[in-house]
C-alpha cells in the first residue's frame, strides 16, 4: 500500500524531496504510462500547493500533443506543435516557466482562472515524449526551485514508464 509522509507547511527543498521519494514509491514496479501518468498527475494536485491543473500532454504525429491523465478542470483536448506554453516547452525540449500567462504571446487559455503556468518535457532518448503541465490561478506561483522539483519528477516517470507505444 502506498503512503505519504506528512508535508504540510514544509519548505521547497523538503516538500520536492519528499515528492520524488513519493513518487518513486508509487511509480515502482509499474511500467504503464497511462497508470503512472494518473497517479503522477494526482500525486502533484495532492502534494503542491495553490495549484488548479497539473497533468500531461503526450507527443503525437507532427509534434502535436494531445492531453493525457489530468487533475483539475476539463481541458484542450489537441495543442499544435509550437503553440501555447506546452507547445513552447515540448518544441523547444525545455521547461518553460511563465510568471503571468496573460504576458506570454500565443497562451492557451483551457482555464480561464489559470494565471501562472510551468510545463516541463517529458524527453526519453532524446526525443520530447510530451510534457507534464502545471497551472495555478495565482501570478508568480513558480520559482527555480518549482522548476528544478518539476524536472525531477519528470525524470522519474519518464525512467519508469515503457514508451514503446
Known sequence: MFEIG???GAAKPELYRELAQSLRGLLEGERDITANAANTAALLAMLLPDLNWAG?????????????????????????????VCGAAAAAGRSVLVRDVHEFPGHIACDTASQSELVVPLIVGGRVMGVIDLDSPLVGRFDAEDQRGIEQVAAIFAAACDWAL
Open 56 to 84: 500531461f500532454y503526450f507527443t503525437r504525429d507532427a509534434g502535436e500533443l494531445v492531453l493525457g491523465p489530468f487533475q483539475g478542470k476539463p481541458a484542450c483536448v489537441r495543442i499544435p506543435a509550437g503553440r501555447g
Open 6 to 8: 506528512a508535508v504540510d
